[in-house]
């Protein structure tokens, strides 16, 4: 048996891995695939990948590219989810701020720098033509840390995925006044080049496994109660997200990569490109 371990966000985009993983389809395989939840996000899965604590990440297409372009040593094997992550644009439900115009040279709180939350506050700043060398940050580590930030003042808002942020928007804890999904496809499968390049066939056997499931998931039967269900969602928002959300089993093109970077290079979030070969294998 050949163990394998892996890292992603305690998401609903990720149960299609937990459900394979249960289901013993990658033990039938020969590999045992050890997943490890990561609340952090994008920038500490980033570092995992560095520190060879993880073999395998699914994870932000822009903070992985960033990371890879900033010397870390993997690959981006796959197109994970196709369609755009939706990010919460968030504020403490007591705020003063009711639109987005708002926000402007306020902070906001990101889980670590490198992260989604991080990325996406400066793709957010220039869609709203708003200078980005005033975005301060503050740094909250997980949703919980973004809580108290902003109930507390050291922070004024927060971009979070949409639906998984939504029972605290219900629950009275955060406003949503704004959604900036990503220009991109949102996930994609990285893999540590020491490890992509002495385990090809044991990386091709998971990709297969991996999307046959992913192919066939939203017919699963009542796999929006299942996904409510673990992932404390209401069943309307499921069913919402459900039809919203596209996951892929194809290579990253080159002209997405190309926007990706090209956006992360504009905004001075990376210094030098690097090439669609050296990143896509």
């Given at each position: ?79 994970y989810v ?168 194809k290579k ?30």
């Amino acid at each position: 048996m050949k163990t394998v371990k892996i890292v992603g966000v305690p998401e609903h985009f990720n149960l299609p891995w937990h459900l394979c993983i249960e289901n013993g389809e990658f033990e039938v395989t020969g590999i045992d695939l050890q997943w490890t939840d990561v609340p952090e996000g994008t920038g500490k899965m980033c570092q995992m990948l560095r520190d060879g604590e993880t073999d395998i990440a699914v994870i932000l297409t822009e903070g992985i590219l960033k990371d890879i372009a900033a010397g870390n040593d993997s690959s981006i094997i796959q197109v994970y989810v196709q369609s755009p992550l939706i990010w919460g644009i968030h504020v403490d439900a007591k705020s003063k701020y009711n639109q987005l115009s708002d926000l402007e040279n306020t902070t906001s709180a990101i889980s670590r720098i490198g992260s989604g939350s991080h990325l996406m506050s400066f793709v957010n700043a220039e869609q709203q033509n708003w200078d980005t060398a005033n975005l301060k940050f503050e740094i909250v580590n997980t949703i919980d840390g973004a809580v108290e930030a902003l109930q507390k003042g050291k922070a004024d808002y927060f971009m979070w995925e949409r639906f998984m942020t939504k029972p605290l928007v219900d629950k009275g804890t955060f406003k949503r006044i704004a959604d900036c999904p990503t220009p991109w496809p949102c996930f994609v499968i990285a893999v540590r080049n020491e490890f992509l390049a002495k385990n090809a066939s044991t990386i091709e056997l998971i990709l297969e496994t991996i999307n046959n499931t992913t192919i066939e998931f939203k017919s699963i039967p009542s796999i929006d109660r299942t996904l409510a269900s673990r992932y404390h969602q209401k069943l309307e928002d499921i069913q919402e997200w459900l039809k919203l959300t596209r996951w892929s089993q194809k290579k990253l093109d080159k002209n997405t990569f190309e926007k990706v970077q090209n956006q992360l290079h504009q905004l001075n979030l990376i210094e030098n490109k690097i090439s669609f070969e050296a990143v896509v294998k």
